[in-house]
């Protein structure tokens, strides 16, 4: 499918972009998926797609279940890691549905092999659709206990070799401590990667980030849930905090 022609262009040829599984959720309902909340999610997508960027996504599972909070009420670590990759393959499928009936087309493909719902995680083909205009939604995690959906994010971001790893968070950039907690927290508009090391910023996860640091791959940090936020960023407007080799 042709990806639209839009005034605005994107500034990156390619993507991944890292959702937690609470973009899908209605708090106020109680849903952990919410069809409205997703439809709109993938509205935005959309409207993302038409910038141009080929956009490939990592969807976490928290919503559903988390593999540490499990093991902290008596579940095996290993099986509750496991529950938690399942928990991100179903927030993959509802976000496919949606995305699918927005009119885009997508292909789900997920570590853990499930042929009858989504394709096996095959690095060649992922990037393939990714150039025929498709999002490529990746599910199941990197399909190990005891890494995260950011590890995962970063391990896919170096496979189909984006040139960005866009991390949609309920902040709006990395700050020097929590904003929640400490009203003279600063908010930073550009880091190395060096600097969030030395402050002892939390960015990412280690293994996420030093993947990211390792192929150069820039991290931009923003507060999905203001609307628009995610085509501002693919523009190249800084309105989080972009943490890179510069």
Excluded: W
Aim: glycine fraction near 10%; proline fraction near 3%; include cysteine.
């Amino acid at each position: 499918m042709p990806i639209a022609e839009t005034t605005a262009k994107s500034r990156y040829k390619r993507v991944l972009l890292k959702l937690s599984g609470e973009v899908l959720q209605n708090k106020a309902s109680g849903l952990s998926i919410d069809p409205c909340v997703v439809a709109k999610l993938a509205g935005q997508l959309k409207t993302a797609r038409n910038l141009g960027a080929e956009i490939a996504i990592v969807v976490g599972g928290g919503n559903i279940f988390r593999g540490a909070v499990g093991e902290e009420r008596g579940i095996d670590r290993n099986t509750g890691d496991y529950m938690g990759m399942l928990a991100t393959i179903i927030n993959a499928l509802a976000l496919q549905d949606a995305l699918e009936k927005a009119g885009v087309e997508t292909r789900v493909q997920t570590s853990i092999e499930m042929r009858q719902v989504a394709e096996p995680f095959i690095r060649r083909r992922a990037v393939r659709h990714l150039e025929k205009g498709r999002i490529v939604i990746f599910g199941g995690g990197t399909g190990n206990p005891y890494f995260s959906t950011d590890t995962a994010a970063a391990l896919r971001a170096s496979e189909i070799n984006a040139d960005a790893l866009l991390k949609a968070t309920k902040v709006d950039g990395v700050y020097s401590s929590d904003p929640f907690k400490d009203p003279k927290a600063v908010r930073y508009q550009k880091l190395s990667y060096g600097e969030a090391l030395s402050k002892r910023l939390k960015v990412m996860d280690a293994a996420a980030f030093s993947l990211c640091m390792e192929n150069r791959i820039p991290i931009l940090v923003f507060d999905f849930f203001k609307e628009g936020n995610i085509e501002k960023v693919l523009a190249g407007e800084i309105i989080g905090t972009v943490v890179s080799d510069a």
